[in-house]
T-cell receptor, first 118, second 114 residues
């Protein structure tokens, strides 16, 4: 079974530039998450989708971050304009269905995109 | 919101058992307890979950206290590949409640010595 695919793996940009990350979840997974992980910290949830609807985006800095999940499959996360403090690994995860499934609460993570803002 | 408390770090010798504790004193009756781990340079991966009774799978065992205010992740024989950060996820309800979000704290960094 193919896992969660993310691209690019690495990105270096200058501050005030824009950047976009792409995620393709596991086929059939209705729930998709985007996390930000700053070095030395645990992942921080930015946004959660259920199909193509937003379930929780309370931690998303909406003045500069945006995310969409058209057609309820793959998703993009955009930062515009980037700041130095946005340097982090951006992780995408998906799960079968919110609150159901043989392994309740099991989410599968991609390898992440490491963003460096200089 | 339910919160968890874990030690920042722990050490183990290879092939010895490891007990990773977690306190979740604000748990409610229908909240599930999940554990994830994150190996270096990888995304987190699911380890185990439970509700009331102890649980076993091929990766680990989960021992849940009778009052459910704490749990312990047990690795029966630690290997060098088990060196990772282990996250105890704040318990959440699967229906309604916190929408089933996975909220990560700082976790416990497990080091395994050969």
């Amino acid at each position: 079974e193919a896992g969660v695919a993310q691209s690019p793996r690495y990105k270096i940009i200058e501050k005030r530039q824009s950047v976009a990350f792409w995620c393709n979840p596991i086929s059939g997974h209705a729930t998709l998450y985007w996390y930000q992980q700053i070095l030395g910290q645990g992942p921080k949830l930015l946004i959660q989708f259920q199909n193509n609807g937003v379930v929780d985006d309370s931690q998303l800095p909406k003045d500069r971050f945006s995310a969409e999940r058209l057609k309820g499959v793959d998703s993009t996360l955009k930062i515009q304009p980037a700041k130095l403090e946005d340097s982090a690994v951006y992780l995408c995860a998906s799960s079968l269905r919110r609150g159901t499934g043989a392994k309740i609460g099991e989410a599968f993570f991609g390898q992440g995109t490491r963003l460096t803002v200089v | 919101d339910a919160k968890t408390t874990q030690p920042n770090s722990m050490e183990s010798n290879e092939e010895e058992p490891v007990h990773l504790p977690c306190n979740h004193s604000t748990i409610s009756g229908t909240d599930y307890i999940h554990w994830y781990r994150q190996l270096p340079s990888q995304g987190p991966e699911y380890v185990i979950h439970g509700l009331t009774s102890n649980v076993n799978n091929r990766m680990a065992s989960l021992a849940i206290a009778e009052d459910r205010k704490s749990s312990t992740l047990i690795l029966h024989r630690a290997t060098l590949r088990d060196a990772a950060v282990y996250y105890c996820i704040p318990p959440y309800q699967l229906h309604g409640g916190s929408q089933g979000n996975l909220i990560f704290g700082k976790g416990t960094k497990l080091s395994v010595k050969p």
